[in-house]
T-cell receptor, first 116, second 109 residues
Framework: DTAVSQTPKYLVTQMGNDKSIKCEQNLGHDTMYWYKQDSKKFLKIMFSYNNKELIINETVPNRFSPKSPDKAHLNLHINSLELGDSAVYFC???????????????FGPGTRLTVL | RKEVEQDPGPFNVPEGATVAFNCTYSNSASQSFFWYRQDCRKEPKLLMSVYSSGNEDGRFTAQLNRASQYISLLIRDSKLSDSATYLCVVNTNAGKSTFGDGTTLTVKP
């Protein structure tokens, strides 16, 4: 029973290609996220969706476009891939508790993207 | 200045040692605080939330000092299995978490 799943786990592609990463959570959470972890292991938030609406859009190139068909899914589409896009991309989800600020995040296993 | 700063380490300690990590944050309006653990080539996982009164979970103790804007994690009686990267996380607004760059711990026999 995987709580947050991502596909594919590994993605190797050429510069200039367009690729998508899919994420699904079965926790019933309202909020989903995409993070990028680069070669230096720094974890940076890219996007956050709450009930299918974009609520956080950090400074990322507009080649990156998230899409949330429903609150259990948040996909990431990347156009015109560049060498610098090589990283591990993590999806996560959380559930805000009214009156509290607990919102623990549950992460997917990551997608290791390599752009050649 | 980064929103969340951690000493990157690495911390190399023998089994049984006590080790402490600190993390400072810049936004005084931050609401919630966490420590996550990330093993090599794995996803981050929640280790513990950090409450104003401080909290303990077995060998792990977390403290929050709002006045000085830092949180800490103390690990007692270190085990080999504690070797990992420890990430400090601060929620500054609903829906946004800022991760520190992590502190690497290696526990040696």
């Amino acid at each position: 029973d995987t709580a947050v799943s991502q596909t594919p786990k590994y993605l190797v592609t050429q510069m200039g290609n367009d690729k998508s990463i899919k994420c699904e959570q079965n926790l019933g959470h309202d909020t989903m996220y995409w993070y990028k972890q680069d070669s230096k292991k720094f974890l940076k938030i890219m996007f956050s969706y709450n009930n299918k609406e974009l609520i956080i859009n950090e400074t990322v190139p507009n080649r990156f476009s998230p899409k949330s068909p429903d609150k259990a899914h948040l996909n990431l589409h990347i156009n015109s891939l560049e060498l610098g896009d090589s990283a591990v991309y993590f999806c996560a989800s959380s559930q805000e508790v009214p009156g509290e600020y607990t919102d623990t995040q549950y992460f997917g296993p990551g997608t290791r993207l390599t752009v050649l | 200045r980064k929103e969340v700063e951690q000493d990157p380490g690495p911390f190399n300690v023998p089994e049984g040692a006590t080790v402490a990590f600190n993390c400072t944050y810049s936004n005084s309006a931050s609401q919630s605080f966490f420590w996550y653990r990330q093993d090599c080539r794995k996803e981050p996982k929640l280790l513990m939330s950090v409450y104003s009164s401080g909290n303990e979970d077995g060998r792990f103790t977390a403290q929050l000092n709002r006045a000085s804007q830092y949180i800490s994690l103390l690990i007692r009686d270190s085990k080999l299995s504690d070797s990992a990267t420890y990430l400090c996380v601060v929620n500054t607004n609903a829906g946004k978490s800022t991760f520190g760059d992590g502190t690497t711990l290696t526990v040696k026999p």
